[in-house]
């Protein structure tokens, strides 16, 4: 009962906030160095968003 409660609780709080300025997003990844043969690879992620900010003014 408490878990159902709680869900539309978050469910509410969700619908309340208009999150109109938030554009996406994207996570890439690559290898650091392409050519290792190594175990573990070491990588770079990449994290990119894009938001608004005319929505507030």
Do not use: C
């Not at 990844?29 to 990449?46: A, G």
């Not at 990119?48 to 507030?56: A, E, G, P, V």
């Amino acid at each position: 009962m408490f878990f159902s409660t709680w869900i539309l609780f978050l469910l509410t709080l969700f619908n309340i906030s208009l999150a109109d300025h938030y554009k996406g997003g994207t996570l890439s990844w690559k290898p650091t160095n392409p050519y290792s043969l190594t175990s573990p690879v070491e990588i770079t992620i990449t994290e990119r968003h894009s938001w608004t900010l005319t929505r507030y003014q």
